[in-house]
């Protein structure tokens, strides 16, 4: 009888042992894809929020506007990412010349340790430049 319960102790610290690295696992890879989703949705939307009108008529820098680049991220986060996770957007930074923009995302964890929830947050800090000394347009930059 003793060892049949050794055994089905070792089974059981198995099947826990399997499900903790599971859990973490599934984390590190949400929080990586969530990282590439951040990377890339945020170029997109500063690619998409420059205004073309102030660069014709200045022939300088480059202006982002604040609520293009506002709408095209979240509309573009939204329809990248699943409905069961919360996320939790915040801009800490954004300045239209020269563009550059400050995210911070959370991301909700079922995980929870004493009572004390565990959040994964991605940060990205982005900027648009150009390798170009005379003035071009647009489009040619790209």
């Given at each position: 009888m003793s060892k049949a319960m050794?055994?089905?102790?070792?089974?059981?610290?198995g099947v826990l042992t399997l499900a903790v690295v599971n859990i973490i696992n599934q984390y590190s890879q949400g929080k990586e894809m969530d990282e590439q989703l951040l990377n890339e949705?945020?170029?997109a939307a500063m690619i998409d929020a420059i205004d073309l009108g102030y660069y014709r008529v200045s022939?300088?820098?480059v202006r982002c506007d604040r609520e293009k680049f506002l709408e095209s991220f979240v509309r573009r986060f939204a329809e990248s990412v699943t409905s069961n996770t919360d996320y939790k957007i915040r801009i800490?930074?954004?300045?239209?010349t020269p563009p550059k923009v400050s995210i911070q995302i959370g991301t909700g964890t079922v995980a929870q340790i004493a009572g004390d929830d565990f959040d994964i947050v991605n940060k990205i800090d982005a900027i648009i430049e150009t390798k170009y000394s005379e003035n071009r347009l647009v489009e040619q930059v790209r």
């Open positions: 050794t055994i089905v102790g070792v089974v059981i610290l949705t945020t170029k022939g300088g820098l800490l930074d954004f300045n239209e």
